[in-house]
């Protein structure tokens, strides 16, 4: 809700709002987290998020063009040839010319397309050279996060459960009373978007995530990383993110996963290198301290971290 | 015996039986059993619609303030199956049984005994089905595409499998119907590449339901055995894969999405020729467009599952051939602007509606063609988007189509004119609204609101006020349908001519308005003029 976000309130502003939008669509919109009125995909924040953001901004213009010829056309015929205006039917229905042309023309766009995505989907799918690894498991309704490797040296011990944040869970009850435009950290609303415990990962660094579950199919998706996939019981999947600038990036369970499918959202907090470190080395400390018994991350964790605070 | 039967079908000749009973329950006749087919779409399109209505009051504003989580999921779930199986099929259906006959000069459906049956299965499924909303269980929650192991969390699974047992042997018995009917029922004459595109997309329609409805069978069989016979097709503890259900439920799924749109461009292929005063444009491409369109659907299903992590050559092969749809749909809708290049047209409300059916499925298609890029689908994939995509497709696509047919024949059904003026309020409202409805929904998904949640982020609440006002006054408009088809039914003193429509060409605007019980028991003489493609030299 800061840069390129325009905040109107009242139904009756929103053509002029959805107007100024609209030309504003292929201006793209620097932000990672959804933003009131906003009307186009993300840009994201990690190196590959921009290829959906511009495939997606190309085939819209795309579709848009041959729109306006296919409907103009339709609406010059719809004025120029009504009964009314005195119009008479003429007898033809046949062109070979015009339909070979209007079948290759698409062809020839469709190979343009494929191309762009098919680069693009390559890229995407090579996950070789990751520099850490995050295992995430899916619980309904939950996520799991155990840190497997950094820089090439295995991560003891470091996992913890992510949930939604209290405040969040209390004004979503049913007849809870409470207002979700207050849920908010700093000038931000996180009404259904925070956690009580972020995943925490350093920028500048292709983290390589191995994805499963544990009891239904979940998907875990963060619209600023520009993919999703599907966390699946006695499937490991791998995707890749490298994120280029620290920040707090919201997302949320993308696969309908039971009654709180809408309640599992997904915070990941970019710090820098030097600040993940740190945070890493306390986290394998805490975990390593001899009182605690394994696996208690998320117990020995109560105060409730507000996933707001920018790494 | 034998001459009893006879001498009771021989009776028919005269009218339709006279009690309610014999003359509804035990119909053999096409026209009765299509009328059955659309009033029971009709019920059903409203007790979906009411589900909606309930999905965009919960989601009128953030916060829950209607209903708890697990009932929003099962509205969600109702609303797909009910509108899918009880309101879109059956109305396609219920046009071919009335139409079909008409248009290749047939005395009636081929099998009109299965006719009966194939109908009268349905009350039963949708009863069964329904009856799980009051039971103690509650009703499915795991969505339409019932994806294990969600979907064996369910304690309906059962009654939702049998009810889709049912639903698919009416569907598997009617295209047998329509398919026997159509290849061997056609008055002499009536070649098949001078069928109507209508009857052309039934029969392509009616092989696909052939092919597909019992894979869906199979499939749900797992599921229930999965759930209550200790087997593991889907269970990854004993060996089994949650992702196979996924390729066998889309394997039927993929090609549903079609038998649901193909009858449609039949029907908008009929209508915009009479309204233009001149012949389609490309008939055989048309037709051939269609076989194309079907063929593709076999073997692109795994584009609804990009992100369920698909080998690197999957997703590309699935892209390219859900790309190359495009090209038969983009022909399509070509060849029904170049039937109206050159014409004469004046705009009736099914000609309203199918101008808008063109426009607005053609938008269904672009989001459609952009979902099929694997890169940006990894974005789009199971938000609002989709949701947006689906509905034009499906509301402002087949449901359009189904209304515009429906405005197109019912003088011939009924004998009488419906108001026309009604039926333009009827039109314009429905075209407004639907698009405050389901254009929003686009920006929805663009920003990151998955779909089937009942409550969202606050960024999200402007657009979904919109969509839910669009929504409910959508669903009021659909009043003045009824309305209209009321009035057109039991009150219009208008009269319809047997023509009805000053372009309209076929056979089955050569009987009488409204059309007779029996129509063609002596096969018509075909007269190519008299047909819509006969005397067109392409």
Known sequence: MTSGSIRHHGIGRAFTTLTIGALALFGGVAQANPHPWQLNLTRGASTWSPVPYHLNNISLAVCTVIGLLVFGAMFIAMFRFRKSRGAVAEKWSHNTMVEVVWTTIPVLILVTLAWLATTGLTSWADTTGSQMTVKVTGYQWKWRYDYVDYLGKPVAKVGFMSKLDQQSDDTRQLDSGMDPYAVRVGDENTYLLNVDKPLVVPVDTKIRFVITSGDVIHSWWVPATGWKIDAIPGIVNSAWANFTTPGTYRGQCAELCGQDHGFMPIVVVVKSKADFATWLAAQEAASSAPAAAPQTAQVAAPAPVSAGGQG | ?538
């Open chain 2, 1 to 538: 015996m034998s001459y009893a039967a006879t001498h009771d079908q021989h009776d028919d000749h005269h009218g339709a039986p006279k009690s309610f009973f014999q003359r509804w329950c035990m119909s053999t006749n096409h026209k009765d059993i299509g009328t059955l087919y659309l009033v029971f779409a009709l019920t059903m399109f409203f007790i979906g619609g009411s589900f909606a209505m309930g999905i965009r009051a919960e989601l009128f504003k953030p916060g829950l303030q209607l209903m708890q989580p697990y009932f929003f999921n099962e509205l969600t779930t109702m609303h797909a199956l009910v509108m899918i199986f009880g309101a879109i099929m059956p109305a396609f259906v219920g046009l071919g049984n009335w139409m079909i006959p008409l248009m290749v000069g047939a005395p009636d459906m081929a099998l009109p005994r299965m006719n009966n049956l194939s109908f009268w299965i349905l009350p039963f499924a949708f009863i069964l089905m329904l009856s799980t909303l009051f039971l103690p269980g509650g009703g499915p929650a795991g969505g339409w595409t019932m994806y294990p192991p969600l979907s064996l969390q369910s304690n309906s699974l059962a009654y939702v499998v049998f009810a889709i047992h049912l639903m698919g042997i009416s569907s598997i018995m009617g295209a047998i119907n329509i398919i026997a009917t159509i290849l061997n029922m056609r008055a002499p004459g009536m070649d098949l590449m001078k069928m109507p595109v209508f009857v052309w997309s039934w029969l392509i329609t009616a092989f696909l339901l052939i092919a597909v409805m019992p894979a869906l069978a199979g499939a749900v069989t797992m599921l229930l055995t999965d759930k209550y016979f200790g087997t593991n097709f889907f269970n990854p503890g004993g060996g089994g894969d949650p992702v196979l259900y996924q390729h066998i439920f889309w394997f039927f799924g993929h090609p549903e999405v079609y038998i649901m749109i193909l009858p449609a461009f039949g029907i908008i292929s009929e209508i915009v020729p009479t309204f233009a005063r001149k012949p389609i444009f490309g008939y055989k491409a048309m037709v051939f467009a269609i076989a194309c369109i079907a063929f593709l659907s076999f073997i692109v299903w795994a584009h609804h599952m990009f992100a369920v992590g698909l080998p690197l050559g999957a997703e590309i092969f699935f892209m390219y051939a859900t790309m190359l749809i495009s090209v038969p749909t983009g022909v399509k809708v070509f060849n029904w602007v170049a039937t109206m290049w050159g014409g004469s047209m004046t705009f009736e409300t099914p000609m309203l509606f199918s101008i808008a059916f063109i426009i607005l499925f053609t938008i269904g298609g672009f989001s459609g063609l952009m979902m099929a890029l694997v890169p940006a689908d990894f974005q789009y994939h199971d938000t609002y988007f989709i949701v947006a995509h689906f509905h034009y497709v499906l509301v402002t696509g087949a449901l359009f189509a189904i209304i515009a047919a429906a405005y197109y024949w019912m003088p011939k059904w009924t004998g009488n004119m419906y108001s026309e003026f009604w039926g333009k309020v009827h039109f314009w409202n429905s075209v407004v609204w639907v698009n405050v409805l389901f254009f929003p929904q686009h920006f929805l998904g663009l920003a990151g609101m998955p779909r089937r949640i009942p409550d969202y982020n606050v960024a999200f609440a402007n657009f979904n006020m919109v969509s839910s006002i669009g929504g409910f006054l959508f669903g009021a408009s659909q009043l003045i349908f009824v309305g209209v088809l009321i009035h057109c039914v039991f009150f219009s003193k208008k009269k319809a001519t047997d023509r009805v429509w000053e372009g309209a060409k076929g056979l089955e605007w050569t009987v009488p308005s409204p059309a007779p019980y029996h129509t063609f028991e002596l096969p018509p003489v075909v007269r190519d003029e008299e047909l819509a493609h006969g005397h067109v030299n392409d």
